[in-house]
């Protein structure tokens, strides 16, 4: 599914101060911007205003931002990026292990702020492949068109995070090769990320083996390779 990119970003942030400083930064990028500044509101905006982006404060009033995340998470591939005060690498990890496309540590700079959210609407709508026009690729029952960025598991549509859609493309182009966590960390969200993420592209494989229905002990399209890290298991069509 492509993300629309002339719809809105939704700013959600319970200080004022950082709602409008945000939002003026993506204004000035030729964004549309909604804001709401709690967790309850933000869902009703997100609901009426189908935004193509969440730039998301995970200390909200209502309702916190981790769990709007988990709500929209159930029934939306909408990229988030998450704000927080809380800026280690285990708070980072949480955030993206729990659906976040990216995470920025307060005080962040705004400038910053808009060169990420172009860059996970970019590979959102491009499912992590440097140009269009890659065509679709077949691994057994599943067809996974990269210029849509969709994937269908015997005609039917899965409904795949943007992180779970670059994963699955970027194992299936391998051909069978082993790909080390740190490249699938790259191909996720590239290698300023460092390799204290790396934990949480065993995440994101177990959510997508359990969108594929898989069993990791007998497994169909992903294969763990002790040590190294995985590979796409080469099937047949079912």
Do not use: W
Not at 26 to 31: K, N, S, V
Not at 189 to 212: M, N, S, W
């Amino acid at each position: 599914m492509r993300i629309d990119a002339t719809a809105p970003i939704l700013v959600v942030d319970d200080d004022p101060k950082i709602v409008s400083l945000v939002s003026t930064y993506l204004a000035r990028e030729g964004f549309r911007v909604v804001v709401a500044g709690d967790g309850r509101a933000a869902l009703e905006a997100f609901k009426q205003a189908r935004p193509c982006l969440l730039v998301l404060d995970l200390m909200l009033p209502e309702l916190d931002g981790l769990a709007l995340m988990r709500i929209v998470r159930e029934y939306s591939e909408v990229p988030i990026v998450m704000l927080s005060a809380r800026g280690s690498v285990a708070d980072r990890v949480f955030g993206i292990d729990e659906g976040a496309d990216d995470y920025l540590a307060k005080p962040f700079s705004p400038a910053e702020l808009v060169v990420r959210v172009k860059a996970v609407l970019r590979r959102a709508n491009s499912g992590g492949a440097p140009a269009r026009g890659r065509g679709t690729l077949i691994h057994g029952d599943l067809a996974i068109d990269q210029d849509r960025v969709e994937v269908r598991r015997d005609g039917h549509p899965l409904l795949l995070t943007p992180a779970e859609f670059r994963l699955l493309a970027a194992l299936v182009q391998a051909a069978g090769r082993v790909l080390s966590r740190q490249a699938l960390l790259d191909a996720l969200y590239g290698p300023a990320q460092g390799d204290a993420l790396e934990r949480t592209i065993d995440v994101h494989v177990a959510r997508l083996r359990e969108k594929l229905g898989e069993n990791a002990a007998r497994p169909r399209y992903i294969v763990t390779v002790r040590g190294s890290g995985y590979r796409a298991l080469v099937a047949e069509a079912a």
